[in-house]
């Protein structure tokens, strides 16, 4: 016998709108904007971590700050069909990938990167073009942010340099 979920709620909702804001805000403070005990925000916060809602917390970091400053999109078009999990193989040995998927359109997966300098990113680009399967590519620079706020450009309410290992993209904090 499986155990029963308990729905997410209006307070669910908000706690977890107040932990995307600001997630090292304490129980005790989100609880008195949402009219609960730490004690019960906690309980709230564990069930939702248990059900697989809150998959961790992160502290997110200017890639700039760290020395990551230029940035670029690559569309990657495959010889075959080459299977998403070989595509996230590739991804994951690159540490300049801050993010992959696999698209619709002509391309068949989408990558952003970022590096040091146009030099880091050409031998970026390079490796992953010597990919077995990546027959071509077509890369983007990116010039300026049209969202700063948004975290794909970086935006951080976090200190510069809370990120130890000076990787791109967002530090996980996984709880």
């Known amino acids: 016998m499986t155990a029963k979920r308990t729905p997410f709620d209006e307070l669910d909702r908000k ?7 600001n997630a090292r805000a304490s129980f005790a403070e989100i609880g008195t904007v949402v009219g609960l005990s730490a004690t019960a ?3 709230r916060v564990d069930r ?3 059900d697989g809602v809150i998959t961790g917390f992160r502290a ?4 700039a700050a760290l020395g990551w400053r230029t940035e670029a999109y690559i569309e990657v078009y495959c010889d075959s069909a080459a ?4 595509l996230a193989e590739v991804a994951r ?13 002509a391309a068949d997966a989408l ?3 970022r590096a040091t300098d146009v030099g880091h990113f050409e031998e970026v680009l390079e490796r992953i073009r010597n990919e077995p399967f990546v027959r071509k590519t077509i890369s983007y620079m990116v010039l300026s942010h049209l969202l700063p706020e948004s975290p794909e450009a970086g935006a951080s309410e976090s200190a510069p340099g809370a990120y130890a290992d000076g990787l791109p993209g967002d530090a996980a904090i996984m709880l």
């Open 111 to 113: 990558l952003h990167v």
């Open 83 to 86: 299977p998403p999990r070989r």
């Open 93 to 105: 040995k690159y540490p300049e990938i801050a993010a992959a998927m696999t698209v619709t359109g």
């Open 48 to 50: 939702l971590r248990k």
């Open 15 to 21: 706690i977890v709108a107040m932990l995307i804001e």
């Open 41 to 43: 925000v906690k309980r």
């Open 60 to 63: 997110s970091v200017r890639p």
